[in-house]
């Protein structure tokens, strides 16, 4: 439904339009398996609208995918991994250059110790934080004034 935002579906859609269509040309040999190296694995919506590329979706059981090649990086996580959900979608960490030569260098924490240590802890309560306005106690939700009676 256009306009409306839903769940990805990771364009089941279009992938089962692939298994059928691998069925059919593959007749009575039984070779249904979608392979990227043949072209049968289809594309997702949100692959073909990145301009970057940045979106890789594949068969992980094949190790010449791109995807199982990516997935095989250092730099591969997922979100909330402790909790044991083990999610369909993994993401690659950002490389940062640590040249202080070039001209995008920005010297940032690379650990949670190294950032409490620089800037203090941010999950710690201070005086004057989020929220706190210019210290004086918030009114109650009560109305006076104008309209007040």
Same mark, same amino acid.
């Given at each position: 439904?256009?306009?409306?935002?839903?769940?990805?579906?990771?364009?089941?859609?279009?992938?089962?339009? $692939?298994?059928?269509?691998?069925? /059919?040309?593959?007749?009575? +040999?039984?070779?249904? =398996? @979608? %392979?990227?190296?043949?072209?049968?694995?289809?594309?997702?919506?949100?692959?073909?609208?990145?301009?970057?590329? $940045?979106?890789?979706?594949?068969? /992980?059981?094949?190790?010449? +995918?791109?995807?199982? =090649? @990516? %997935?095989?990086?250092?730099?591969?996580?997922?979100?909330?991994?402790?909790?044991?959900?083990?999610?369909?979608?993994?993401?690659?960490?950002?490389?940062?250059?640590?040249?202080?030569?070039?001209?995008?260098?920005?010297?940032?924490?690379?650990?949670?110790?190294?950032?409490?240590?620089?800037?203090?802890?941010?999950?710690?309560?201070?005086?004057?934080?989020?929220?706190?306005?210019?210290?004086?106690?918030?009114?109650?939700?009560?109305?006076?004034?104008?309209?007040?009676?």
């Amino acid at each position: 439904m256009r306009g409306v935002m839903e769940k990805c579906s990771f364009c089941l859609q279009r992938i089962e339009q $692939a298994k059928i269509a691998q069925k /059919v040309k593959a007749g009575p +040999s039984g070779d249904i =398996k @979608l %392979k990227e190296s043949e072209g049968t694995i289809p594309r997702t919506a949100c692959q073909q609208a990145c301009p970057a590329e $940045a979106i890789v979706f594949g068969d /992980v059981s094949d190790p010449e +995918s791109q995807v199982a =090649k @990516l %997935k095989a990086q250092d730099r591969d996580y997922t979100v909330l991994e402790f909790l044991l959900t083990k999610p369909r979608v993994t993401y690659l960490a950002r490389v940062r250059n640590p040249n202080p030569a070039m001209p995008d260098y920005q010297e940032s924490p690379v650990s949670m110790k190294e950032f409490t240590e620089k800037n203090g802890n941010p999950f710690e309560h201070h005086e004057g934080g989020h929220g706190a306005g210019d210290g004086e106690p918030r009114a109650s939700g009560k109305t006076t004034g104008k309209g007040a009676r």
